[in-house]
């Protein structure tokens, strides 16, 4: 391999695992190396603890150290801010997700309930359908009847007909 082509060459641990998209832990611990002091907890109790020493070191006139252990103070402090804001905007996801989920839900709903209503309509214009034509069947059986009343009536009109030109004869 020559040198100067290192970018093809495969490395151990290679999972482009780079941590750019790491999210700051709330409850990692930090050590804290200030001056004078090593404090040790998460970036809110550090936070705490520089305030409070910077506090003490003002109290006792000693600026120059109290504006150093604010500095370390706002190290943290900025550390924290950064946690709130990720998860108020994770949270605001999950809202935004949650409302996406339940105006879904609610679409998914009226359109079921529109494709009953449908099929409750489909189902009610058969049945008139079926009534019409039952409505009409009768009413067909109907005039069958009516006319083989008038077949039967002419037949025995005929009959008696016969029979009394029969009669005659």
């Known amino acids: 391999m020559r040198q100067g082509n290192n970018k093809n060459r495969r490395h151990r641990n290679n999972n482009n695992n780079n941590n750019n998209n790491r999210r700051p832990n709330p409850r990692q611990n930090y050590d804290s190396n200030g001056p004078g002091v090593r404090i040790r907890g998460t970036a809110s109790q550090i936070y705490d603890k520089y305030v409070s020493l910077a ?25 924290v801010a950064a946690d709130q804001e990720a998860r108020d905007r994770r949270k605001q996801q999950q809202e935004e997700a949650r409302a996406a989920r339940a105006a879904e839900r609610a679409a998914n709903a009226e359109a079921a309930e529109a494709e009953e209503d449908a099929e409750d309509a489909d189902v009610e214009e058969d049945e008139e359908e079926g009534e019409a034509e039952v409505v ?3 009413a067909k059986e109907a005039a069958n009847d009516a006319s083989n009343e008038d077949n039967a009536d002419e037949a025995e009109v005929e009959v008696a007909d016969n029979s009394k030109n029969a009669a005659a004869e």
């Open 55 to 79: 506090r003490d070191a003002s109290s006792s006139a000693d600026w120059i150290l109290a504006e150093n252990l604010l500095q370390h103070a706002e190290h943290y402090g900025r550390i």
């Open 136 to 138: 009409v069947e009768s």
